[in-house]
């Protein structure tokens, strides 16, 4: 069975710059996390989708934060304009249904704002 | 809110040593508990859980069992070996249905040493 995909795995770009990450899920998995790691935190919850809607986004930075999941698979998260504590690894999980059903991590991207 | 406190590392330890990673956690009712790794280059993985008070959860000699009255989460192995050098993450779900985010703790380096 194939694990959650994300790409890119690395992305350097200068601050004011904008970013998109995209990631597709475990096939058949309803359920999709976005989440962001700073160095040496844990990581934090972006947004949650149950198929293509939103469950969750109260710690998204809305105001250059967004993402979407059309047709409930891939989904993306875009950032504009960055910041420079929007350096961060950007990870992506999925779950068949919820958080009480384990969730299965993508490799992750790892943003770097100069 | 929810919150998850982590023994401090970075943990340095021989081969065959004794391993415990305490874990505390701050939530209200009976929260679902979890202990993820993260080897070098690769994603988050789970590696135990338990829902409820009480619960062990084990896997590749790990344990971890849930008490509530301590509201702690410790993370044990009798005798560690070399490639169990990872960051280890206690994480938590809440108790109530609809409110499903994990909220993890700021992860512990452990490096074995042959």
């Given amino acids: 069975e194939a694990g959650v995909a994300q790409s890119p795995r690395y992305k350097i770009i200068e601050k004011r710059q904008s970013v998109a990450f995209w990631c597709n899920p475990i096939s058949g998995h309803a359920t999709l996390y976005w989440y962001q790691q700073i160095l040496g935190q844990g990581p934090k919850l972006l947004i949650q989708f149950q198929n293509n809607g939103v469950v969750d986004d109260s710690q998204l930075p809305k105001d250059r934060f967004s993402a979407e999941r059309l047709k409930g698979v891939d989904s993306t998260l875009k950032i504009q304009p960055a910041k420079l504590e929007d350096s961060a690894v950007y990870l992506c999980a999925s779950s068949l249904r919820g958080a009480t059903d384990t969730q299965y991590f993508g490799p992750g991207t790892r943003l770097t704002v100069l | ?114």
């Fill in chain 2, 1 to 114: 809110g929810d919150s998850v406190t982590q023994m401090e590392g970075p943990v340095t330890l021989s081969e065959e040593a004794f391993l415990t990673i305490n874990c505390t956690y701050t939530a209200t009712g009976y929260p679902s508990l979890f202990w993820y790794v993260q080897y070098p280059g690769e994603g988050l993985q789970l590696l135990l859980k338990a829902t409820k008070a009480d619960d062990k959860g084990s896997n590749k000699g790990f344990e971890a069992t849930y008490r509530k009255e301590t509201t702690s989460f410790h993370l044990e192995k009798g005798s560690v070996q070399v490639s169990d050098s990872a960051v280890y993450f206690c994480a938590l779900s809440p108790a109530n249905f609809g409110n499903e985010k994990l909220t993890f703790g700021t992860g512990t380096r452990l490096t074995i040493i042959p």
